[in-house]
T-cell receptor, first 109, second 114 residues
Framework: RKEVEQDPGPFNVPEGATVAFNCTYS??????FFWYRQDCRKEPKLLMS???SGNEDGRFTAQLNRASQYISLLIRDSKLSDSATYLC??????????FGAGTILRVKS | DAGVTQSPTHLIKTRGQHVTLRCSPI?????VSWYQQVLGQGPQFIFQ???????GRGNFPDRFSARQFPNYSSELNVNALLLGDSALYLC?????????????FGEGSRLTVL
């Protein structure tokens, strides 16, 4: 079983839609969690951190449920520029990041 | 300001050869990590170095080795290349050894093994 599991998608949504991604993690040693974004053939970039209390950044909301070992990302009012792969990430010791395989989002006009 | 730079950007090798990949971190960053990303998968942790010392090693064979230099740049070496080593190799830098989860990635070195 992979440590971080995500639905690979793709999620095909129209502009303006709300879309939610989920991920589950199996390693209870993971201390912190993040969402990274990776555009096609580009490097991953940090999108946002995930906290138990929830974290909102503009149109993006991330949530962590430690009891269920479940992480979510909600994107409201989707834009064409949101099209990318979204990587769910757990952090172990130091800055060792454990990445999920990613969820592909395609926003269409 | 320059971000993380990696070289070469693309390379083709044959089975059994070795390869050296290079990385320069963001100025002021003292930690460098290496990740392997196979097509369709997320990046997988290979090594972390901080202040020239190895701070972490992922589940990779001994054919993979790395080092960090006094100027904080780093090299990743892979010996006896296998077809399965074909991947995008990403270098990431961070200010310190850990805690923030924010890594700054370079654009990667795309290795093809024939």
């Amino acid at each position: 079983r992979k440590e971080v599991e995500q639905d690979p998608g793709p999620f095909n949504v129209p502009e303006g839609a709300t879309v939610a991604f989920n991920c589950t993690y199996s390693n209870s040693a993971s201390q912190s969690f993040f969402w990274y974004r990776q555009d096609c053939r580009k490097e991953p970039k940090l999108l946002m951190s995930v906290y138990s209390s929830g974290n909102e950044d503009g149109r993006f909301t991330a949530q962590l449920n430690r009891a269920s070992q479940y992480i979510s990302l909600l994107i409201r009012d989707s834009k064409l520029s949101d099209s990318a792969t979204y990587l769910c990430v757990g952090m172990e010791y130091g800055n060792k990041l454990v990445f999920g395989a990613g969820t592909i989002l395609r926003v269409k006009s | 300001d320059a971000g993380v730079t990696q070289s070469p950007t693309h390379l083709i090798k044959t089975r059994g050869q070795h390869v050296t990949l290079r990385c320069s971190p963001i100025s002021g960053h003292k930690s460098v990590s290496w990740y392997q990303q196979v097509l369709g998968q997320g990046p997988q942790f290979i090594f972390q170095y901080y202040e020239k010392e190895e701070r972490g090693r992922g589940n990779f064979p001994d054919r993979f080795s790395a080092r960090q230099f006094p100027n904080y740049s780093s090299e990743l070496n892979v010996n006896a290349l296998l077809l399965g080593d074909s991947a995008l190799y990403l270098c990431a830098s961070s200010l310190g050894a850990g805690g923030t989860g924010e890594l700054f990635f370079g654009e990667g070195s795309r290795l093809t093994v024939l």
